[in-house]
């Protein structure tokens, strides 16, 4: 199951010094253009010089898309959300990859709807635990939004077991850095385990001639 959506490359210069990438995601998950970058952050009503779209703002954007009709959203209605508290951040989930099944097939099920996912991931990639700067293990919560538009399976070769095969489970990972992976695809694992991700936002946009036929009727 593979989503028609292209990725949007964070603009140079950055609107908000950290970069974009929370506005480019929603953009990809929308289908808009990169051209409408700065639309996000207006609808947001923040001047993105100074402040990066967090999950808060996030929120804010898709209700109101979805007040105008453009968007309609899932929120916390996915078969596996633990609710996070301040020992678990969200990205991780109480159990991170242990439930990989599980979610897995709620990425699938969404998918196969046409439901885009959006989602909190540490974009270094090293996991919930790694070496603080003073080199104490110190624990890592999310700092970059990435896209979700794709899921499958693979039968692979077990390189301890000649003949043998497993089937492996990937996710199609969208990334507007210019220094990240782009557009890619991830083992399931190995992205929960690295990057977190656990927590997914589903958006379904509504068709664009859609919005127009109600909006004609509505004027």
Same mark, same amino acid.
Request: with cysteine; charged share 25%; net charge negative.
């Given at each position: 199951?593979?989503?028609?959506?292209?990725?949007?490359?964070?603009?140079?210069?950055?609107?908000?010094?950290?970069?974009?990438?929370?506005?480019?995601?929603?953009?990809?998950?929308?289908?808009?253009?990169?051209?409408?970058?700065?639309?996000?952050?207006?609808?947001?009503?923040?001047?993105?010089?100074?402040a990066?779209?967090?999950?808060?703002?996030?929120?804010?954007?898709?209700?109101?898309?979805?007040?105008?009709?453009?968007?309609?959203?899932?929120?916390?209605?996915?078969?596996?959300?633990?609710?996070?508290?301040?020992?678990?951040?969200?990205?991780?989930?109480?159990?991170?990859?242990?439930?990989?099944?599980?979610?897995?097939? %709620?990425? *699938?099920?969404?998918?196969? $709807?046409? /439901?885009?996912?959006?989602?909190?991931? =540490?974009?270094?990639?090293? #996991?919930?635990?790694?070496?603080g700067?003073n080199?104490?293990?110190?624990?890592?919560?999310?700092?970059?939004?990435?896209?979700?538009?794709g899921?499958?399976?693979?039968?692979?070769?077990?390189?301890?077991?000649?003949?043998?095969?497993?089937?492996?489970?990937?996710?199609?990972?969208?990334? %507007?850095? *210019?220094?990240?992976?782009? $557009?890619? /695809?991830?083992?399931?694992?190995?992205? =929960?385990?690295?990057?977190? #991700?656990?927590?997914?936002?589903?958006?379904?946009?509504?068709?664009?001639?859609?919005?127009?036929?109600?909006?004609?009727?509505?004027?």
């Amino acid at each position: 199951m593979v989503l028609d959506r292209q990725r949007v490359e964070q603009p140079l210069p950055h609107l908000h010094p950290g970069g974009d990438c929370g506005a480019c995601a929603l953009c990809c998950a929308l289908g808009w253009p990169a051209e409408r970058v700065a639309d996000i952050y207006a609808l947001a009503e923040i001047d993105p010089a100074r402040a990066s779209l967090t999950e808060f703002e996030m929120r804010r954007i898709l209700d109101s898309l979805q007040y105008r009709e453009q968007v309609i959203e899932d929120w916390d209605n996915a078969p596996v959300m633990p609710r996070p508290d301040d020992h678990y951040p969200r990205c991780w989930g109480y159990t991170g990859e242990s439930l990989s099944t599980e979610w897995f097939q %709620s990425v *699938r099920l969404h998918l196969a $709807d046409g /439901w885009v996912g959006l989602t909190l991931v =540490l974009f270094a990639g090293t #996991g919930e635990w790694s070496l603080g700067p003073n080199g104490e293990m110190a624990r890592f919560d999310a700092d970059h939004w990435v896209v979700i538009a794709g899921a499958q399976t693979r039968w692979e070769d077990v390189a301890a077991v000649p003949g043998a095969k497993r089937l492996t489970r990937y996710v199609r990972i969208i990334c %507007s850095s *210019r220094s990240g992976r782009g $557009d890619h /695809w991830m083992e399931v694992d190995e992205f =929960l385990r690295k990057h977190g #991700g656990f927590r997914v936002w589903w958006v379904r946009p509504i068709p664009p001639a859609l919005v127009a036929r109600r909006e004609e009727k509505s004027a």
